[in-house]
Antibody
Framework: QVGLQESGPGLVKPSETLSLTCSISNASISGSHWSWVRQPPGKGLEWVGYFYSSGITHYSPSLKSRVTISVDTSLTQISLTLTSVTAADTAVYYC??????????????WGQGILVTVSS | QSVLTQPPSASGTPGQRVTISCSGSNSNIGGNFVYWYQRLPGTAPKLLIYKDIQRPSGVPDRFSGSKSGTSASLAISGLRSDDEADYFCATWDDGLRGYWVFGGGTKVTVL
């Protein structure tokens, strides 16, 4: 069973940078897409973007100027960085395996999610 | 406002059949596979249906998916108390260089 666990600060100040990590167990980063998906309170889910093991990334059109998804050197964690945050970035952030380019690359495993609040 | 439209809630008594709709457009549901997920409170979302109608191993056949045109549906038959959860649909959208889109989620309550 693939395990995904999100971690990071639960509170970020406006205009600062949100940084989250997804720790992966029982799976290799190689050969898979790894995505971040978020859900603001009371709203639907929003795909943030994906990282493919070859280094290719693809981001949501609405977030691409502020977001970076990468893998750490240990090759066991995926990171999300979102710059210049506002209250609108308050959400539960999920990491998931899948979500690549096209309808065949679906999400098959998800983490439990982490709530990040943007507030001063 | 989610790209895919789902009813916010649905309910039924044990043993009943409940159907959840997911409505989109030609750029998403109309041309791509639909996926359904179950999210129990405080847990990670779980894949229920993939490629419109397929069930992963371990998912009971009480759960079934269908699609017609730009709409898809998830049916839960023989409703059980442990089916009480949020259900959401997902698919790829071919617009704006391509991206994944989701429904707003449907809370199923077992009365």
């Amino acid at each position: 069973q693939v395990g995904l666990q999100e971690s990071g600060p639960g509170l970020v100040k406006p205009s600062e940078t949100l940084s989250l990590t997804c720790s992966i167990s029982n799976a290799s980063i190689s050969g898979s897409h790894w995505s971040w998906v978020r859900q603001p309170p009371g709203k639907g889910l929003e795909w943030v973007g994906y990282f493919y093991s070859s280094g290719i990334t693809h981001y949501s059109p609405s977030l691409k100027s502020r977001v970076t998804i990468s893998v750490d050197t240990s090759l066991t964690q995926i990171s999300l960085t979102l710059t210049s945050v506002t209250a609108a970035d308050t959400a539960v952030y999920y990491c998931a395996r899948g979500g690549g380019y096209g309808d065949h690359f679906y999400f098959d495993y998800w983490g439990q999610g982490i709530l990040v609040t943007v507030s001063s | 406002q989610s790209v895919l439209t789902q009813p916010p809630s649905a309910s039924g008594t044990p043993g009943q059949r409940v159907t959840i709709s997911c409505s989109g457009s030609n750029s998403n549901i109309g041309g791509n596979f639909v996926y359904w997920y179950q999210r129990l409170p405080g847990t990670a979302p779980k894949l229920l249906i993939y490629k419109d109608i397929q069930r992963p191993s371990g998912v009971p056949d009480r759960f079934s998916g269908s699609k017609s045109g730009t709409s898809a549906s998830l049916a839960i038959s023989g409703l059980r108390s442990d089916d009480e959860a949020d259900y959401f649909c997902a698919t790829w959208d071919d617009g704006l260089r391509g991206y994944w889109v989701f429904g707003g989620g449907t809370k199923v309550t077992v009365l």
